[in-house]
């Protein structure tokens, strides 16, 4: 069955720092991959999208890599502020129509 | 533009218990999905549909019915409620099937008792 794993279920680190999540995925190949961040109450509010044949996507402070050998992408946060906390989510394409989500990742940006 | 809006925010249920999460987006979306969101399990497809007229069980439709009334609304049933699926439940919406981003409604925080 399809796994997804986002690195350690709490992140803390000091603002201005860049902070690094992981999203590990197992069993197969998506054509394409997406963060989302999500705050206490609210909804999933899409960040980026990057495919298959993308290294790297990049958006103001935020950057995407996806490594489809490792089955492994990263999200940067560079110049990490407070405004930055938040649980933040990968999601795989299965099919065109259906999406797996990881358990998220909490990151607290420390003043 | 609300995007996609979701009734009721809150809803208590007993046991047994039937009720209608309503959701709707005015983005002329096709496609449009039921989530719902555990500690520990993350975001689980329940129903979508990819186009007026048509729905698809997700992950974990067990106890769940959708209807798609239109393009706009995407109804999701429970005919008898149990514990297990106290839970969040979020609508999301998209532009293409499933290949382009997913626009999330602010979510139901449901209770079974």
């Known amino acids: 069955s399809q796994k997804i794993e986002q690195n350690s279920e709490a992140l803390n680190i000091q603002e201005g720092k860049t902070a690094t999540l992981t999203c590990n995925y197992t069993?197969?190949?998506?054509?394409?991959l997406q963060w989302y961040r999500q705050d206490p109450g609210r909804g999933p509010v899409f960040l980026l999208l990057i495919r298959e044949n993308e290294k790297e996507k990049r958006k103001e402070r935020l950057k995407v890599t996806f490594d489809t050998t490792l089955k492994q992408s990263l999200f940067h946060i560079t110049a990490s502020q407070p405004a930055d906390s938040a649980t933040y989510l990968c999601?795989?394409?299965?099919?065109?129509?259906?999406?797996?989500f990881g358990t998220g990742t909490s990151l607290t940006v420390i003043p | 533009n609300a995007g996609v809006t979701q009734t009721p925010k809150f809803q208590v249920l007993k046991t047994g218990q039937s009720m209608t999460l309503q959701c709707a987006q005015d983005?002329?979306?096709?496609?449009m999905y039921w989530y719902r969101q555990d500690p520990g399990m993350g975001l689980r497809l329940i129903y979508y549909?990819?186009?007026?007229?048509?729905?698809d069980k997700g992950e974990v439709p067990n106890g769940y019915n959708v209807s798609r009334l239109n393009k706009r609304e995407f109804s999701l049933r429970l005919e008898s409620a149990a514990p297990s699926q106290t839970s969040v439940y979020f609508c999301?919406?998209?532009?293409?099937?499933?290949?382009?981003?997913?626009?999330f409604g602010p979510g139901t925080r449901l209770t079974v008792l």
């Open positions: 999601a795989l394409d299965i099919s065109g129509n259906q999406f797996y």
């Open positions: 549909s990819a186009s007026e007229g048509t729905t």
């Open positions: 069993n197969y190949s998506p054509a394409y």
């Open positions: 999301a919406s998209s532009d293409r099937q499933g290949t382009d981003t997913q626009y």
């Open positions: 983005m002329n979306h096709n496609s």
